[in-house]
């Protein structure tokens, strides 16, 4: 069976910096993956996925994550974080027509 | 209207009481889902549906019982709930068995 760790229970970051989260996934063969984020209150919304193809996926709100094989991760980056990006975070892993999710990382943006 | 609507948002209820949670899709898919998101713990998929035929029951207990009329609805009948059944429940659809779009919840309390 498929499973997704995500190490980082929560991180912190300033406004305008850099952020990086981290998801690591067990599966014997290539899996879908998943990036969702949640703010309070409200249901998962699909930030970006991998099926197949190039490694470095795109998504909205100036999301991407590369895949590694080697390394069985898919993380997640954005390049400067605005305060709206405050959320809980979660990597999935699809396979056998279900979808397996990591515990979430929530972020915490500081002004 | 578009995407995957639930309703109520917000539920209260005691523990002899009988509810039921709806959940509705205008994306067209063919697959529904009852996920469970309980504090700081990972989402708990709970039913699957795939045109209208239950796929997978992940050994939910029968006090929770779902129902899916056809592809576009899906409820979950409540009775005789525990407190430790408080939790976000959020209903997904999918065309495909992968990539998954979730409504905004329900936000059940058990007194």
């Known amino acids: 069976a498929q499973s997704v760790t995500q190490p980082d229970i929560h991180i912190t970051v300033s406004e305008g910096a850099s952020l990086e989260l981290r998801c690591n996934y067990s599966?014997?063969?290539?899996?879908?993956l998943f990036w969702y984020v949640q703010s309070p209150g409200q249901g998962l919304q699909l930030l970006l996925k991998?099926?197949?193809?190039?490694?470095l996926v795109q998504g909205i709100k100036g999301f991407e994550a590369e895949f590694k094989r080697s390394q069985s991760s898919f993380n997640l980056r954005k390049p400067s974080v605005h305060w709206s990006d405050a959320a809980e975070y979660f990597c999935?892993?699809?396979?056998?027509?279900?979808?397996?999710f990591g515990a979430g990382t929530t972020v915490t943006v500081r002004a | 209207e578009t995407g995957v609507t639930q309703t109520p948002r917000h539920l209260v209820m005691g523990m002899t009481n009988k509810k039921s949670l709806k959940c509705e899709q205008h994306?067209?898919?063919?697959?529904m889902y009852w996920y469970k998101q309980s504090a700081k713990k990972p989402l708990e998929l709970m039913f699957v549906?795939?045109?209208?035929?239950?796929?997978e029951n992940n050994s939910v207990p029968s006090r929770f019982s779902p129902e899916c009329p056809n592809s576009s609805h899906l409820f979950l009948h409540l009775h005789t709930l525990q407190p430790e059944d408080s939790a976000l429940y959020l209903c997904?659809?999918?065309?495909?068995?992968?990539?998954?779009?979730f409504g905004p919840g329900t936000r059940l309390t058990v007194l």
């Open positions: 994306l067209g898919h063919n697959a």
């Open positions: 999935a892993v699809g396979a056998d027509y279900k979808l397996s």
């Open positions: 549906y795939n045109f209208k035929e239950q796929t």
């Open positions: 599966y014997g063969a290539t899996p879908y």
């Open positions: 991998y099926f197949s193809g190039d490694t």
């Open positions: 997904a659809s999918s065309p495909d068995l992968n990539e998954q779009f």
